[in-house]
């Protein structure tokens, strides 16, 4: 089974994945419980200390914005075999798009510039995490805009497709629509993106990263929203509208059909993909 972590941490994002194989995965380094009250909640020291990880195979981040990198100074504790971001973009192009970052915010980005420059060497064939022979079978793909102006950074945000079981998320950063269309050009993309299970949305939920284009490659049966308080350029109901709906069921018991769920009002939101005893694929989602 694939097991699929997105916590709910306020204002920014972060998953982890665990591999049929137990390899460790995380995406974006948030920090926060939103239902939980608690605005220093580390899910990097939460999977260390309760889970019993001491070591993470892979990470991801999707962009350096710092609602994505606030637990960044918790990052070498488990020593991450491998790291994902968008290498083209420069330290200058990372200034620029945070100018007006406070102290605390300056301190979390140079110290991304840091392990950015000590994640240097490639990697040998055969030894990423990424390859499915190396992870229990999973598939992952990864895709980064490249052309949108360097101003926004969340255009540049990667998008992470997984496929296992005959099911598909898509775990995205920032992505407005601009970045979509650029990447909705590549045939790859399109290829990756179709008959998606369960999309989490881009950009926390908002309209900003909503792109009605996106649709026409793939219907999510459910989509998860990262986000913290209501605000009035939530894109839930867009959302809605185009996915089917799935049943999400409470750790307290009881079971609903959604289209959508967030983790402001629903809490820690766990995605298992695999299949049954009789080979049948299985998408099972719990929430709060």
Request: charge should be neutral; glycine fraction near 8%; proline fraction near 5%.
């Amino acid at each position: 089974m694939l097991k699929c972590i997105i916590w709910d941490v306020q204002h920014g994002s972060s998953s982890y994945i665990k591999t049929p194989n137990g390899k460790h995965f995380v995406v974006d380094l948030g920090i926060g419980s939103y239902k939980g009250r608690d605005v220093s909640f580390s899910p990097l020291l939460h999977l260390r200390h309760k889970w019993g990880v001491k070591q993470l195979d892979y990470v991801m981040i999707t962009h350096p914005h710092t609602d994505h990198i606030a637990d960044i100074f918790n990052f070498d504790l488990l020593s991450p075999s491998v790291l994902s971001r968008p290498k083209h973009l420069s330290a200058s192009d990372i200034w620029s798009a945070n100018q007006n970052a406070n102290a605390e915010a300056r301190r979390m980005i140079q110290k991304y510039l840091d392990i950015n420059d000590r994640y240097s060497n490639p990697l040998t064939p055969g030894s990423s995490p990424l390859e499915s022979g190396n992870n229990g079978g999973v598939e992952i793909q990864t895709f980064t805009s490249s052309d949108c102006a360097r101003s926004n950074l969340n255009n540049h945000s990667m998008v992470m497709v997984i496929s296992y079981a005959e099911s598909k998320i898509i775990i995205p950063g920032d992505n407005e629509p601009a970045s979509w269309k650029e990447l909705i050009g590549i045939s790859s993309f399109r290829s990756a993106i179709s008959n998606t299970d369960i999309l989490i949305a881009p950009h926390h939920g908002r309209d900003s990263g909503f792109c009605v284009d996106l649709f026409e490659y793939f219907k999510p049966r459910l989509t998860v929203i990262s986000d913290g308080r209501f605000s009035d350029t939530s894109a839930t109901d867009r959302y809605a509208a185009v996915t089917k709906g799935w049943t999400v069921h409470r750790r307290g018991g009881g079971d609903a059909q959604r289209k959508c769920v967030t983790t402001r009002n629903d809490g820690v939101i766990e995605v298992d993909l695999g299949k049954n005893t009789d080979g049948k694929p299985f998408i099972s989602v719990t929430v709060d």
